[in-house]
């Protein structure tokens, strides 16, 4: 598999443009559900050095792109003090599973590439550690969220087909509304992103530009 930077610095703005225009057909279906800022909470999903590192086997070379808009939004949700999750995900050989078989390798929880990436401010939000796809399973994410008076939830981070398009579906079916940013995740290769915005607009989560998050704080008054 060749990784591809399909988003770049230069390049996010169109390319998510072009993403969104995609799944517009499940937009229009589902105009009826609409962000709420003062029910939401922000995940931002394992941004690790071990992705984010250009010297990582495992770098996502679209990742950079996302952290300016992610910046953004970590922002936002602390400045209207709605809560912000990072997941930090980390592996020993008993709660690896099937980890370690399909990946051939552990990101052990004191490997330098285990932490999460610098460019971060995580000092006024919670990190849950997970050892799984699933960012509920096993861990306080649901029980932090309930506390939290969440009701939906904003998807970020990578890799976009894998742990973030698996905790959208999770956390549907934990009965929470899903609002999955096309511009603040990233994977591998741009046909892995776009088959992740498909499925998820299909059955489980609403597409969104992280600037459509933004103005949604913009215009409601919490």
């Given at each position: 598999?060749?990784?591809?930077?399909?988003?770049?610095?230069?390049?996010?703005?169109?390319?998510?443009?072009?993403?969104?225009?995609?799944?517009?057909?499940?937009?229009?279906?589902?105009?009826?559900?609409?962000?709420h800022?003062?029910?939401?909470?922000?995940?931002?999903?394992?941004?690790?050095?071990?992705?984010?590192?250009?010297?990582?086997?495992?770098?996502?070379?679209?990742?950079?792109?996302?952290?300016?808009?992610?910046?953004?939004l970590?922002?936002?949700?602390?400045?209207?003090?709605?809560?912000?999750?990072?997941?930090?995900?980390?592996?020993?050989?008993?709660?690896?599973?099937?980890?370690?078989?399909?990946?051939?390798?552990?990101?052990?929880?004191?490997?330098?590439?285990?932490?999460?990436?610098?460019?971060?401010?995580?000092?006024r939000?919670?990190?849950?550690?997970?050892?799984?796809?699933?960012?509920?399973?096993?861990?306080?994410?649901?029980?932090?969220?309930?506390?939290?008076?969440?009701?939906?939830?904003?998807?970020?981070?990578?890799?976009?087909?894998?742990?973030?398009?698996?905790?959208?579906?999770?956390?549907?079916?934990?009965?929470?509304?899903?609002?999955?940013?096309?511009d603040?995740?990233?994977?591998?290769?741009?046909?892995?992103?776009?088959?992740?915005?498909?499925?998820?607009?299909?059955?489980?989560?609403?597409?969104?530009?992280?600037?459509?998050?933004?103005?949604?704080f913009?215009?409601?008054?919490?």
């Amino acid at each position: 598999m060749q990784k591809e930077p399909y988003f770049t610095s230069e390049t996010i703005h169109a390319k998510a443009q072009s993403m969104l225009a995609s799944v517009s057909e499940f937009r229009r279906r589902h105009e009826n559900i609409r962000f709420h800022p003062e029910r939401a909470a922000l995940l931002v999903l394992d941004m690790q050095d071990y992705f984010l590192r250009a010297d990582s086997h495992a770098f996502i070379p679209s990742a950079p792109a996302i952290l300016p808009g992610l910046q953004s939004l970590i922002k936002v949700f602390n400045a209207y003090e709605r809560p912000v999750i990072y997941t930090r995900h980390v592996n020993t050989p008993e709660d690896a599973v099937l980890m370690e078989k399909w990946w051939h390798e552990l990101v052990r929880p004191d490997a330098v590439g285990s932490k999460i990436a610098t460019g971060l401010d995580v000092s006024r939000g919670k990190i849950v550690r997970k050892s799984q796809y699933d960012a509920f399973h096993e861990t306080s994410l649901e029980a932090d969220l309930r506390a939290g008076g969440v009701g939906e939830v904003v998807i970020t981070g990578v890799m976009a087909h894998l742990c973030c398009e698996t905790t959208a579906r999770s956390a549907f079916t934990h009965g929470f509304e899903v609002f999955f940013t096309i511009d603040g995740t990233a994977t591998y290769t741009e046909a892995f992103h776009l088959a992740t915005l498909l499925n998820l607009s299909h059955g489980f989560a609403m597409p969104v530009l992280c600037e459509e998050i933004f103005e949604a704080f913009e215009d409601v008054e919490i």
